[in-house]
């Protein structure tokens, strides 16, 4: 009976030994599961945090970047431009506008006179306007030597028909005439006072004040 019990015992104690080590194997795998998951979660949160310092540093960098970067310069204006001659042309090439010191000589009906004054060396400096098909219709100048009148000046295709003009005296008339048929009317003002008067085919018709001037 003792025998007996003892060897039952025995094989209750086997028994009781394999489950426990089945006990301890389920148990050491489980921690090892666990800790495997622990690892994971703290290599995905390492990867979170370094990619986000990353993009930190990186932002940074960028906004110093562009922050270091200078706005574009806005063009600075020129200072001076020193030119004795400018023409601004059309889209057909034709000058229109010719600014110049002195200005050319005149053409007229498709000739060039020799000067615009009196003489050769009577130049004047402004600014000429031109027509559509190049042709010389108005100026505001001034006379280069000599008496230095300013004047503007309109103009026909090939005659002058109004002229203003400033002396340096102070005399200043406005005059406008027809060469054709020698008439004219000049609105005046000078050291004597204003005056108007008109000349028709050549003769003085009327002048207001009567004097006894003679018509320029």
Do not use: W
């Not at 990353?54 to 020129?78: H, K, Q």
């Not at 204003?194 to 050549?202: A, K, L, Q, T, Y």
């Not at 004040?209 to 003679?214: K, L």
Request: charged share 25%; hydrophobic share 40%; net charge neutral.
């Amino acid at each position: 009976m003792i025998a007996l019990r003892i060897a039952h015992c025995g094989v209750s104690s086997g028994q009781y030994g394999e489950k426990e080590d089945q006990m301890e194997n389920t148990d050491l795998e489980g921690r090892i599961e666990r800790l495997e998951r622990r690892g994971r979660a703290a290599m995905i949160v390492a990867i979170v945090s370094a990619s986000s310092a990353i993009l930190a540093v990186g932002g940074a960098a960028g906004s110093r970047a562009t922050a270091e970067v200078p706005a574009p310069l806005a063009p600075r204006p020129s200072g001076v431009l020193t030119v004795r001659e400018l023409n601004v042309v059309d889209g057909n090439g034709v000058t229109r506008v010719k600014i110049g010191a002195p200005l050319a000589h005149a053409i007229v009906s498709g000739q060039q006179n020799r000067t615009r004054g009196g003489r050769p060396e009577d130049t004047m400096s402004g600014v000429l306007l031109f027509d559509a098909e190049g042709v010389e219709r108005s100026g505001y100048a001034t006379v280069d030597h000599g008496y230095s009148n300013v004047l503007l000046t309109l103009d026909e295709k090939n005659k002058q028909h109004a002229m203003f003009i400033a002396e340096p005296t102070g005399a200043t008339t406005l005059r406008l005439f027809n060469a054709d048929t020698k008439d004219r009317v000049d609105v005046a003002i000078d050291k004597d006072g204003p005056s108007i008067s008109m000349i028709h085919r050549g003769k003085e018709v009327f002048r207001i004040p009567a004097t006894n001037r003679t018509a320029r």
